[in-house]
């Protein structure tokens, strides 16, 4: 099999997916990476498998059972590995994938116990870190309100460690018809502030029934008046000198409290 070199016309088309406006007009996207990769495979969304010589070594099992599955995998050089990855060390392991993204509804139609919906999230890093989060504690969907980042973003999809496949996720740009559609499905809305009227370790009533938990943007947290709308206002509480906690931090402080809560021993 001989190699495809980065002029390849499939090479460029996917090196192009780095960028958001090429992944909005293709609904595709890159996932780097065995990880990703794996979780790609076993949800059925690779268009194409991209893989270096030394990847080919390394991952065997794993470019066997993509071909096994009838996905087309194709060996590229060095120079093309590199371009098709965005890591410092590329691990030559790259899948073009169909985007993964739902509707709202279609979450609601499901009847979700537990949502996490960021609002304005910009940090990348922290979406995958929370989108992962959500996956470890069962959570059924995030939900990206407002004007936030794509969750297809290459540093996103890398910080999700394959969960981007895993838990459904659904971007909402109207913050308050998100906010309304919740509260039609008769979810209670939670926002997460340092003024909150209930602590988080007194909140085990409320987790108990279906919950979702607003993060406000990393900058400035959550608008005043997106706080004012929701069922209750959380706090989480600080014993030490920090004035406050990292937006992925306090997400997945949250979230365990409510899987805690809805999945006892």
């Excluded at 969304?45 to 059972?65: H, N, P």
């Excluded at 004012?228 to 600080?238: K, L, M, S």
Aim: charged fraction near 25%; glycine fraction near 8%; include cysteine.
């Amino acid at each position: 099999m001989e190699a495809l070199s980065e002029r390849n016309p499939r090479v460029v088309s996917a090196v192009k997916l780095h960028r958001g406006p090429m992944r909005r007009k293709s609904g595709l996207f890159l996932a780097e990476g065995a990880n990703s990769v794996e979780s790609a495979l076993d949800t059925d969304r690779v268009e194409e498998l991209f893989f270096s010589s030394k990847a080919a070594e390394r991952e065997t099992m794993l470019v066997a059972g993509a071909a096994a599955r009838g996905v087309r995998t194709t060996l590229v050089s060095d120079r093309a590995a590199e371009m098709l990855g965005e890591t410092v060390t590329p691990p030559g392991l790259v899948a073009v994938c169909k985007q993964v993204d739902v509707p709202l509804t279609d979450i609601l139609a499901g009847g979700p116990r537990m949502l996490a919906v960021p609002v304005e999230i910009a940090d990348p890093g922290n979406a995958g870190t929370l989108i992962r989060v959500a996956d470890a504690v069962g959570a059924d969907g995030v939900v990206l309100a407002g004007d936030s980042v794509d969750p297809h973003n290459g540093k996103c999809v890398r910080a999700c460690a394959g969960s981007l496949f895993h838990v459904p996720v659904a971007r909402s740009r109207d913050i308050d018809a998100t906010l309304d559609a919740l509260e039609s499905a008769g979810i209670a809305i939670l926002a997460t502030t340092a003024k909150g009227e209930v602590d988080l370790d007194d909140a085990d009533e409320i987790l108990g029934g279906p919950v979702a938990w607003l993060f406000g943007n990393e900058a400035h947290g959550l608008d005043r008046a997106i706080a004012a709308r929701a069922t209750h206002r959380i706090r989480i509480p600080i014993h030490g000198r920090a004035e406050s906690l990292n937006l992925a931090a306090a997400a997945a402080i949250c979230l365990y409290a409510s899987s805690r809560v809805q999945h006892p021993r």
